[in-house]
């Protein structure tokens, strides 16, 4: 992507959350004597959704560039997957919310520690699941799963949206790629899925794609127990 293009992206994409946080500040200033608590929270959700919006993108240009640098290392110690699960759930839940979609959760009884780096763990299960409440319909669910395997782990995200074209699939982790059939208004730059490979190939991991059986998309990446993780 040309340099004028990405600075026009980035623009593109900084404006429309700005722009819904001015008119709610705006709004608050204004009318902050009259406003009732039930008012008030709704004022504020799309305040909320929009600093994730900008938050996440902030978050995916910054590992990006670390990437392309060669400067990102991880910083390695025992986690627990269940843990990184919950508290990716917790940032995307404003998001979910405003789309009325739910997260369907199946862990097994026990989840050994991994070694990783837990805040880029949890920065790719942001991407995928905001990934999947992109391309799902208002008022779906989120599928998220994590199986334990005899040298590895296994966290699967589904949705049910219209699934990606074959003729995408080989791009999908590519940087800046964006398909065409988001449902919902934050398009994004195409990072998400190009910062959460090169997170999961920096642990020693898999990351891939497949068809969910009666539509929709399942994305998965694999994570070995014990093997120690690389810098990039």
Do not use: C
């Not at 404006?15 to 608050?28: Q, V």
Request: hydrophobic share 45%; net charge negative; aromatic share 4%.
């Amino acid at each position: 992507m040309a340099d004028f293009d990405l600075l026009s992206s980035i623009s593109h994409e900084f404006r429309t959350p700005l722009s819904t946080l001015n008119a709610s500040i705006e709004l608050l200033l204004q009318e902050a004597d009259t406003l009732t608590p039930d008012d008030l929270r709704q004022l504020l959700r799309p305040t909320q959704v929009s600093l994730l919006s900008l938050q996440t993108l902030v978050n995916n240009l910054l590992e990006s560039s670390r990437i392309e640098a060669g400067r990102t290392v991880l910083h390695t110690g025992p986690i627990q997957l269940g843990q990184v699960v919950a508290e990716a759930g917790r940032i995307v839940w404003p998001l979910l919310q405003r789309r009325r979609q739910q997260i369907s959760l199946e862990l097994p009884l026990h989840l050994p520690d991994i070694p990783g780096d837990e805040s880029r763990l949890i920065q790719v299960i942001v991407n995928l699941v905001t990934n999947a409440a992109k391309y799902s319909p208002a008022g779906g669910a989120i599928d998220i799963a994590v199986q334990v395997a005899a040298t590895d782990i296994l966290v699967t995200v589904a949705d049910r949206g219209s699934g990606v074209p074959p003729a995408a699939r080989g791009r999908l982790f590519d940087r800046f790629v964006r398909l065409e059939n988001a449902t919902g208004d934050e398009s994004g730059m195409g990072l998400g899925l190009f910062v959460a490979k090169n997170a999961v190939a920096a642990h020693g991991g898999q990351i891939g794609y497949t068809e969910r059986p009666g539509g929709g998309s399942i994305f998965w990446f694999r994570l070995p127990q014990s093997t120690g993780a690389e810098a990039l």
